[in-house]
């Protein structure tokens, strides 16, 4: 008895090379492309939205300085001097015992 090698023709598996099909290859390639085209406008979508953000949050740093600018403006107004004065200057009035001397008017 003799072994055959299992080097010869007869020993290998026949392979049947597969025959190329363009439809299969046409529909990958074009979920390919469908993949990379959704990846690029969520990219574009996403760096839209953050510019959106970073314009918002300036635009909050802004609104968060006006507010507390007139928080302390309030504060100012709100104090009895400053309303003596606002009173004293718009409103003509005076202090008992006070007499107010207004310019003549022509």
Known sequence: ??????????SRPKTRKQPFRPLSTLVVLFAFCALVSSAYQLYELRKEVNQSIAQLNQEKEDLLQQQKLLEEEILQLNTPSYIEQLAREQLGLVRKGEIRIAPKTE
């Open 1 to 10: 008895m003799t072994k055959k090698s299992p080097t010869t023709k007869e």
